[in-house]
T-cell receptor
Framework: LAKTTQPISMDSYEGQEVNITCSHN???????ITWYQQFPSQGPRFIIQ???TKVTNEVASLFIPADRKSSTLSLPRVSLSDTAVYYC?????????????FGGGTRLMVKP | EADIYQTPRYLVIGTGKKITLECSQT?????MYWYQQDPGMELHLIHY???????EKGDLSSESTVSRIRTEHFPLTLESARPSHTSQYLC??????????FGPGTRLTVT
């Protein structure tokens, strides 16, 4: 699995847009980019996945530049309940033997 | 929402006891996983299974064992619990391996 680098922590305020960037310089051709969210005392939850350009769902948007060496998770108008750890993972989603390496993630703190 | 269950949610036991943490899923997923996570720390894969009668150790050494006799059930056993086993244990299942559904976790404290 490609190694990822993301900020250890971020602070934001309610109502702001939050962008968390992940670097993955050695991403392979078949690799997808996936983000998970983990609330305190809970297991991680899959939130979004993409290969290139932009992906949007009801929770977040994922922006991937043409070279795919980084990606940005965008959370619109965050609320206190978005306080969580966000993990960026890169790997071949079609590889049946896939295992996830979560790393340290980015700890987002949303303040009132 | 994914249907994956873990019991108990919280467990406090004494050193030397044998314990089994239960994990069940109703989605028919072949792939199941156990992770260990200390508070504020990374998740570490300790066991995984790709189907019935298939189990492998993960990237973090663990003194626990697992079994997979039925698709929906993936219990984790500690033969003799020690204080170093105090942690949160998270079970997950997946169809693809890449999009995993996690249970609520079991928080284990060994005194």
């Amino acid at each position: 699995l490609a190694k990822t680098t993301q900020p250890i922590s971020m602070d934001s305020y309610e109502g702001q847009e939050v962008n968390i960037t992940c670097s993955h310089n050695n991403i392979a051709t078949n690799d997808y980019i996936t983000w998970y969210q983990q609330f305190p005392s809970q297991g991680p939850r899959f939130i979004i996945q993409g290969y290139k350009t932009k992906v949007t769902n009801e929770v977040a948007s994922l922006f991937i530049p043409a070279d795919r060496k980084s990606s940005t998770l965008s959370l619109p108008r965050v609320s206190l309940s978005d306080t969580a750890v966000y993990y960026c993972l890169v790997g071949d989603r079609n590889n049946a033997g896939n295992m996830l390496t979560f790393g340290g993630g980015t700890r987002l703190m949303v303040k009132p | 929402e994914a249907d994956i269950y873990q019991t108990p949610r919280y467990l406090v036991i004494g050193t030397g006891k044998k314990i089994t943490l239960e994990c069940s899923q109703t989605m028919g997923h072949d792939k199941m996983y156990w992770y260990q996570q200390d508070p504020g720390m990374e998740l570490h894969l300790i066991h995984y299974s790709y189907g019935v009668n298939s189990t492998e150790k993960g990237d973090l050494s663990s003194e626990s064992t697992v079994s997979r006799i039925r698709t929906e059930h993936f219990p984790l056993t500690l033969e003799s619990a020690r204080p170093s086993h105090t942690s949160q244990y998270l079970c997950a299942s997946s169809e693809s391996g890449y999009e995993q559904y996690f249970g609520p976790g079991t928080r284990l404290t060994v005194t």
